[in-house]
């Protein structure tokens, strides 16, 4: 379905942008017999519910009058903040989360370990350096970007 999500994310980035909020990601997925076509969107300072409404009015006027429809199948839109614990998808959005704490998946292990929280210090083209917290040590390892399945920010207890 990437065609959907990239007719999605072509037509939405000109309205979202027009009211300087961010098009974080767009999904189109199936969940039991019911598809969703999801927008996040966000700005400094968050997101509000009527800024959401807004931008779903005008994505689903703007959807309905394409044609030929993009999405034949019935769905739901969402229009939503990605929340406290957004994604890290695009390389911006790993350079705007230096210094915050993110919690890091990987397709194999590092270490004894898949999973990683902790700051993220240093960014380059290849890896990245986050500072850990193993069993009271603190440590930075340094991860290949290639090697991140999945990055989002997180919230430290």
Not at 48 to 76: G, H, R
Not at 120 to 143: F, Q
Request: glycine content about 6%; charged content about 25%; hydrophobic content about 40%.
């Amino acid at each position: 379905m990437s065609t959907v999500v990239e007719t999605v994310t072509a037509l939405a980035q000109p309205i979202v942008a027009q009211h300087q909020f961010e098009l974080v990601d767009v999904e189109f997925v199936k969940e039991g017999k019911s598809w969703y076509l999801r927008l996040y969107i966000d700005k400094p300072g968050g997101i509000n519910i009527e800024e959401c409404a807004m931008v779903s009015d005008e994505i689903s006027e703007k959807m309905d009058s394409l044609d030929p429809d993009p999405i034949p199948q019935a769905y739901f839109l969402e229009v939503s903040s990605p929340g406290a614990e957004r994604p890290l998808k695009k390389p911006a959005d790993f350079e705007k989360a230096v210094g915050d704490y993110i919690h890091v998946s990987l397709y194999q292990k590092i270490g004894n370990s898949k999973v990683y929280e902790g700051t993220l210090e240093s960014l380059s083209a290849d890896s990245m350096d986050l500072t850990v917290n193993l069993k009271g040590r603190i440590k930075t390892l340094t991860i290949p970007r290639d090697a991140i399945a999945q990055a989002r920010l997180a919230i430290k207890f």
